[in-house]
Each structure stands twice: as C-alpha cells, then as structure tokens.
C-alpha cells in the first residue's frame, strides 16, 4: 500500500510540473521579424547570408513562442554580416598549426512594446580547423557551427538581456 501511495504521489507531481523548452522573457511581444543579413564583409562567402538569415529565424522559432512575420513584428532583428576571415593561430614550426574562422554580425534590435530594450551591437564567433585541412572542405560545417552560436549570443541579448 505504501508503494501505491508513493508512486501516486509521485505522479501527481509529475503531472502538475510544468516543463517548458521555450526560453527567454518577450514581454508582451507576440510576433518577431528577422531580416535578411546582406553580406558586407570584405571577404564575401555566396551563402552566407541566407544561411545566417535562415538559421537565426529557426533559433527564435524553436526557442521561443514568438510568431516569425515577415515584417512590421513586435520585436525586429536586422543587420549586416560585417566580417568574414580566415586567419592563422597556434602557430609552430614556422608554419600554422590551425587556423580559424571568424564571423562577425552587426544586430540592430527593435522592441515595439519596450523600447529600453533596443540596442545596437557587433557579435563575434570563431572555429578552429587544422591547417592541414582545406577550408572548402570545413567550411559548411564551420558555418554551421557559427552561426548557431551567433543566434545563441543574439537570442540572449534580446531576450534574455545577458
């Protein structure tokens, strides 16, 4: 009888927690528009952009309950992809041991319902691969992984203010 009970304590508990996947504070905000992100790096890689574009536009979808709109939505991310680099690091033996490539946004963050949320800032993220590796063949997966830190520092800063 003991272990009936417990157990039926233990799924009213359960049932009763309520667990949520969605982050971040909108405030009264219902609706985001996300921008395309023209390339303006000195340095311009073909897909870049709609990659960034695309993959920041899912990380707010899938973090948060904010309807993505195509324009004119209760909060509003735009900006420029303003650097693209490769460069050497860790170098040894007079030559590179890795090398690392760096994306770097500018983000211009609106709030229609709050507007000491706005703000106006570059977010910079980097991935290391070795020198011995071409950067074509890395290069999609690099992006990836950028990007998705990128979207996370942006996503953080608009809704979580970190």
Not at 10 to 29: E, T
Not at 116 to 121: A, R, V
Not at 122 to 142: G, I, K, M, Q, W
Request: net charge neutral; glycine share 4%; charged share 20%.
């Amino acid at each position: 009888m003991r272990k009936f009970l417990l157990l039926l304590t233990i799924a009213v508990a359960l049932a009763s927690c309520r667990i949520s996947l969605n982050a971040g504070d909108a405030g009264n905000a219902k609706s985001i528009s996300i921008l395309f992100f023209p390339n303006n790096a000195s340095l311009v890689q073909p897909t870049l952009s709609q990659s960034f574009t695309e993959d920041l536009r899912n990380f707010f979808q899938t973090q948060s309950r904010l309807e993505l709109t195509a324009k004119n939505g209760d909060l509003r991310i735009e900006g420029a992809i303003t650097d693209y680099r490769v460069s050497p690091v860790g170098i040894g033996n007079n030559s590179a041991a890795s090398n690392r490539l760096t994306i770097t946004v500018n983000v211009i963050f609106t709030n229609t319902k709050d507007a000491e949320k706005d703000f106006e800032q570059s977010f910079s993220r980097f991935a290391d691969f070795p020198s011995s590796a071409n950067l074509v063949s890395v290069e999609a997966d690099l992006i990836r992984e950028i990007n998705q830190q990128l979207a996370q520092d942006i996503f953080n800063k608009a809704l979580i203010n970190w």
